[in-house]
């Protein structure tokens, strides 16, 4: 299958790479690492075992890459105003659209441009940093649970499910991608967005009985927010402490990717990931104080 | 009068210095400032009108100043351990000792080692910052409201209020200490807080709608814990406007003190300032949620 990686940071690297080593033929629309990687490819130091990919197709500009069958996006959810520059070459008639970014609104955004028939969502519970130009660092789980966002299109998703299986990512397919993203929100509202603030990461905030007991807080903010959104069923209020014993397991000083674009002096994926959810809950009558001011904190010039 | 100054700071050496300029007899105790105040005096910069003092009695330890008639305590709070050390040598039968200091609990713990009847609190509402040793810039406001720990001292409440009056310090005496010190943490919680925790002034913090109704809503929670206290007449909601409408006459870009403390790597005033009306609040059975979070998140390591 051909298959379009846009938005090639530690994530677009990472699964494009295994989609590759999957016997893909996956062309990357690169930035940064187009030099590196164009000339000595994909080093991928992962938990699950280091590779390298030494023939990598990179490309500067959408139009070179051309119409393929899939394309997997890894931007940053500010840059989805480029959605049309940058995806629109390459869709043709058949081409599906699989978004894993971050939050609330990027199949929305992608629907009104290409038509939602060819939207897919996926949530990626990934931990992975670039390293130098052309390498990747994977540090923890990999997980991608994806959906179609119009319903008739479910086996479709299985499909695509089963390329990332195929490829050696546990993936798997549901009927309900609002509901997986909400899940994910629940662990990335408070660790994104503390961590960001206080520049620290989650096992130091973890280690203090005030900062847990605020992540605790805020995850049950957003677990309100998200039962008033008509999901397929509700997310127990238990899932809070199950992602703080899933977040203990994670390595020591994992730093989210909020942490580190504020570190680096990147813009950050608030509106996405904070203030989107923020507006969801409010729109169904549920406050959220304290991601309130965690998105207000972090909106600060 | 004999006037002994604890903890030379910018508060402290502001009013020690007008105290003197008064015609006491003022004796300051110092660490860092003990060289060039000793050597060429004090230096006021003042936003009521600039003047030196050449000749200043500094001290390096308390047994060398002797007993006063009067102590007037500037120490940050995360020094009281040293109160017995500072302060005991200074203390004679006739000796009152009045603490400037911030937040709750100083009262209390000088009533311990030196007995309620010689205590007076003060709220200070002092802007000023020290500068190079022996120099202090005195940027806003400079009030002080005071009131004696025991309610039959209230007539000595009103002759201290009227010597720092005479020494041009606007100064009046209230029968209700606790009150004014709420008063203040309405001010001080939301505002030397969030400026601490994100490394900006205040008027950052109301040119942002959201970190503006972030501040209101902190005050709020401080008006309903100091309500709960049984003051004297409850503070009223609009006080927490008021104080919006006071802080934007603020000089621009003007720093709290708890700002400047956590730039400058030194310890915070957390447990006066914020832990102790959380606890306060709690007492009472009221959640101050937004506050407990700033609370943690400024007292992660």
């Given amino acids: 299958m051909n298959i379009a990686i846009v938005g090639a940071?530690?994530?677009?690297?990472?699964?494009?790479?295994?989609?590759?080593?999957?016997?893909?033929?996956?062309?990357?629309?690169?930035?940064?690492?187009?030099?590196?990687?164009?000339?000595?490819?994909?080093?991928?130091?992962?938990?699950?075992?280091?590779?390298?990919?030494?023939?990598?197709?990179?490309?500067?500009?959408?139009?070179e890459i051309g119409v393929v069958d899939l394309v997997v996006i890894g931007l940053k959810t500010w840059a989805n105003d480029q959605y049309a520059a940058l995806v629109g070459p390459l869709v043709g008639t058949g081409t599906k659209i699989l978004t894993l970014q971050n939050g609330l609104g990027n199949e929305e955004q992608l629907a009104d441009l290409f038509g939602a028939a060819r939207?897919?969502?996926?949530?990626?519970?990934l931990g992975a940093n670039r390293g130098a130009p052309g390498t990747v660092h994977h540090l923890a789980a990999g997980r991608i649970i994806l959906g179609a966002m119009l319903a008739e299109h479910t086996r479709d998703a299985t499909q695509l499910a089963e390329l990332f299986s195929a490829a050696g990512v546990t993936c798997t397919a549901v009927t309900d991608i609002a509901r997986a993203r909400w899940e994910k929100l629940v662990w990335n509202i408070p660790f994104n967005g503390l961590c960001a603030l206080v520049q620290r990461p989650v096992d130091v905030l973890l280690a203090h009985a005030g900062t847990q007991e605020l992540v605790l807080k805020i995850m049950r903010e957003v677990i309100a927010a998200a039962n008033a959104q008509e999901l397929t069923e509700p997310i127990p209020?238990?899932?809070?402490?199950?992602?703080?014993?899933?977040?203990?397991?994670?390595?020591?000083?994992?730093?989210?990717?909020?942490?580190?674009?504020?570190?680096?002096?990147?813009?950050?994926?608030?509106?996405?990931?904070?203030?989107?959810?923020?507006?969801?809950?409010?729109?169904?009558?549920?406050?959220?104080?304290?991601?309130?001011a965690l998105s207000a904190l972090l909106d600060l010039p």
């Fill in 9 to 63: 940071g530690a994530l677009g690297l990472y699964y494009g790479a295994l989609l590759q080593r999957g016997g893909h033929d996956v062309r990357f629309l690169l930035r940064r690492d187009y030099e590196a990687i164009t000339s000595t490819g994909i080093r991928v130091y992962s938990i699950n075992g280091d590779f390298v990919l030494p023939e990598v197709s990179g490309f500067r500009r959408p139009e």
């Fill in 119 to 125: 939207i897919y969502g996926g949530v990626a519970y």
């Fill in 237 to 292: 209020l238990e899932y809070a402490d199950e992602l703080l014993e899933f977040t203990r397991a994670m390595p020591t000083s994992y730093r989210p990717s909020m942490q580190i674009d504020r570190a680096e002096g990147r813009p950050l994926e608030l509106e996405a990931l904070i203030a989107r959810p923020l507006a969801a809950g409010r729109a169904r009558g549920v406050e959220m104080p304290l991601t309130a």
